[in-house]
């Protein structure tokens, strides 16, 4: 198993950048497909971001391709989210996941973090 612990959420303005961090716990880090999920108030829970076990294959929903990336070091067991240019729809609870196989459904992923809250004013 492994446990995720999200970190770098805040309050922010339009435009600003902000970079998400998740930490994992283990030596297996590096057997993980990782992903990035995001959850609105009172929308469902939506794929944002996902990154293959050596960081070589990334996949990134088209709403954010041009201003989100996503990296990992596995070294440090750590997964980022860059997010560039915000905008008040990208407010929402962030979560990190992951994943034994490669697949961008929620369902696809057995282990979460708590979430970190990110909020974007206008």
């Known amino acids: 198993q492994v446990q995720l612990v999200e970190s770098g959420g805040r309050l922010v303005q339009a435009g600003d950048s902000l970079r998400l961090s998740c930490a994992a716990s283990?030596?297996?880090?590096?057997?993980?497909?990782m992903g990035w999920f995001r959850q609105a108030p009172g929308k469902e829970r939506e794929f944002v971001a996902m990154i293959d076990w050596s960081g070589g294959n990334m996949r990134i929903a088209e709403s954010v391709r041009a201003r989100f990336t996503i990296s990992r070091d596995n070294a440090k067991n750590t997964v980022y989210l860059q997010m560039d240019s915000l905008k008040s729809d990208d407010g929402a609870i962030y979560y990190c996941?992951?994943?034994?196989?490669w697949g961008i459904g929620a369902g696809n992923f057995a282990f979460w973090g708590q979430g970190t809250q990110v909020t974007v004013s206008a």
């Open positions: 283990g030596r297996t880090f590096s057997t993980y497909v």
């Open positions: 996941a992951a994943s034994r196989s």
